[in-house]
């Protein structure tokens, strides 16, 4: 239903929920397949992908011709500020366990590892500080026997630069709206180009960084739990910079094709929230995980 814009908008019956669940379903059983080392596992997740990539192209799409059509009201655009609302919500919870067990293996685990004699006998060089659990000859040590020596990554080098994009690229996205909401449309595209670039850049050294870790720190995955938390903690921030970076190409080739008007442009907004709130981990991530 469209038209009046105080009704209440009942949208036409969709295929693109049952596309999505086929995606999932077909991705899922991909990634059983390939886990159990049975042939075609590789190649079933992969169609899973593609197939929840031609839902979303798809989904999206329509939204977006929808909106542009003039078809929703106050009632869809308070709906959608509510679902992107909750979704944040949902992903400030997914980093708040991931800092909670950062937080209870630095503050609470060490420090009972350390506190008996039990881990004295099982691991005479077994020292409770933070990120090292043991030292040898002046070398951080990960763990006993074949566990790997590693260096624990310093915040004054790349993850600084890094942290700097991000709050620079908040501004840049800051100021790309005002263009917005001032209908300067230049001011807009050239907001949000910078914003990409500095979106880039981050994804870039932080590829270098994980390069780096590997190659000449010792630090990987299997580095006990300060390389699982590390990689975990920045890891799946660096797939919402991505994640980040896909929207705010659409919303710039979008907004070079005319769309989004001063009081109407929740698909920027959207995409601005959600870039907001990657910054904001950053600055989390920075101080407790690189920092201190």
Request: hydrophobic fraction near 50%.
């Amino acid at each position: 239903m469209s038209g009046n814009k105080d009704s209440y908008y009942l949208p036409e019956p969709s295929h693109w929920p049952i596309v999505g669940s086929l995606a999932l379903l077909v991705m899922a059983s991909g990634a059983v397949m390939t886990m159990n080392k049975i042939s075609m596992g590789g190649t079933t997740l992969l169609a899973g992908l593609a197939i929840l990539l031609f839902m979303m192209f798809g989904w999206f799409g329509q939204v977006i011709r929808e909106s542009e059509a003039g078809t929703y009201n106050k009632q869809v655009d308070k709906s959608f500020r509510l679902g992107m609302s909750w979704f944040i919500f949902s992903e400030v919870l997914f980093f708040a366990a991931f800092f909670g067990a950062l937080f209870y293996t630095r503050v609470l685990s060490v420090p009972w590892l350390g506190s008996g004699d039990t881990m004295a006998q099982l691991w005479p060089h077994f020292v409770a500080s933070w990120p090292g659990a043991a030292t040898e000859g002046g070398q951080l040590v990960s763990g006993p026997g074949d566990m790997p020596k590693f260096t624990p990554m310093g915040a004054w080098g790349i993850p600084a630069i890094n942290t700097l994009l991000l709050l620079t690229s908040g501004a840049t996205l800051t100021w790309a709206h005002w263009g917005l909401l001032k209908n300067n449309r230049t001011q807009l595209i050239i907001g949000l180009v910078l914003t990409i670039i500095l979106a880039f850049s981050f994804i870039g050294l932080q590829a270098a960084e994980y390069h780096h870790a590997y190659t000449e720190l010792g630090l990987t995955l299997g580095a006990g739990i300060y390389g699982a938390t590390f990689f975990m903690l920045t890891g799946f921030h660096g797939f919402h910079v991505m994640l980040g970076t896909t929207m705010l190409i659409v919303i710039l080739i979008r907004s070079m094709k005319g769309h989004f008007k001063p009081d109407a442009h929740f698909g920027f907004e959207g995409a601005a929230w959600y870039w907001h709130f990657v910054d904001v981990v950053w600055l989390g991530l920075f101080v407790f995980v690189y920092w201190l």
